[in-house]
């Protein structure tokens, strides 16, 4: 067993495509039950695994994943960026009916350094499904992609699919903490 068990429940495809996983820092499930708390639902089990074993990490040269722990924590996170998105919304001419319908469940999950766009999960058609939508900042807009968490981060790191306004990146990731 790896010392980061979350490792193994992230699709092996992604490990390769991101060079392997941080070592270490398992989640306390004290942080996850905060998380859920404040998400007001259950998280992805992909997504809890990636940020098990890449979060506090930079994807992509600009992609901010934040950790559990430390300075900036996923739940303050989440709290602080979804309160900018929500009350954002007013002020967009179109919010795609997904997001109408969940926006009390989005889950921020990264920032974009770039231009401040906004990774979010959002809940999709039966429970337990879920999409990756981005809210652009510059041009205030939200773009919902289907294929759920793992789908979205393959299509990226695979560059399939890359956000609008997006560069593209050299390293795949970095470690902020050097672990």
């Known amino acids: 067993m790896s010392e980061n068990p979350s490792a193994e429940l992230v699709p092996s495809f992604l490990h390769q495509l991101m060079g392997g996983p941080r070592r270490g820092c398992p989640a306390e499930e004290a942080a996850w039950r905060e998380i ?14 990636f940020v098990d074993c890449y979060g506090g990490a930079i994807l992509f040269d600009h992609l901010f994943v934040p950790r ?3 300075e900036r924590r996923l739940v303050e996170f989440i709290q602080e960026q979804r309160e900018i998105f929500l009350d954002g919304l ?6 795609p009916q997904q997001i ?16 401040g766009d906004v990774c979010l999960l959002v809940p999709s058609g039966a429970p337990g499904d879920w999409d990756v939508a981005v809210a652009y900042r510059q041009c205030p807009e939200i773009e ?6 793992t789908g979205f981060l393959a299509g990226v790191l695979k560059k399939r ?5 997006w560069p593209i990146w050299e390293q795949v990731w970095e470690d902020l903490d050097g672990n």
Request: aromatic share 14%.
């Open 36 to 49: 859920v708390a404040v998400a007001g639902t259950p998280v992805p089990s992909d997504f809890r695994a």
């Open 68 to 70: 559990l722990d430390g």
């Open 90 to 95: 007013q002020f967009l001419d179109e919010v």
């Open 100 to 115: 109408l319908d969940n926006r009390n469940l989005v889950i921020p999950w990264a920032y974009h350094d770039w231009d």
């Open 144 to 149: 919902v992609i289907d294929g759920g968490f």
């Open 161 to 165: 699919y890359i956000p609008r306004g």
